[in-house]
């Protein structure tokens, strides 16, 4: 049995390999940060401050999920601004 699921993981693992990873966005945070995943062996990576791809660990997790929080924060005041300036 173990062998069996050994061999199932290693599958995509030897995929992506060969022929690289298949990378797509699972989240937006801003407009310039995102988190991707590989729907292969299922690697995750977001984006640095530089704009550079890095592995999504706990710590930048919870980094993006601030600024998530942030982002959304400032486009509900931004819309709001422009909604109540365009009544007037």
Do not use: A, W
Not at 11 to 31: E, M
Not at 45 to 70: A, M, Q, Y
């Amino acid at each position: 049995m173990n062998n069996k699921s050994e061999q199932l993981t290693l599958i995509p693992k030897i995929y992506c390999s060969l022929f690289g990873h298949d990378y797509q966005v699972t989240k937006k945070v801003t407009y310039h940060v995102k988190e991707y995943t590989c729907c292969h062996c299922k690697k995750q990576l977001t984006t640095n401050s530089n704009g550079k791809l890095i592995e999504l660990t706990p710590k930048f997790k919870e980094i993006n999920d601030i600024l998530e929080r942030i982002h959304s924060k400032r486009m509900m005041r931004s819309r709001r601004k422009t909604i109540t300036s365009s009544i007037y």
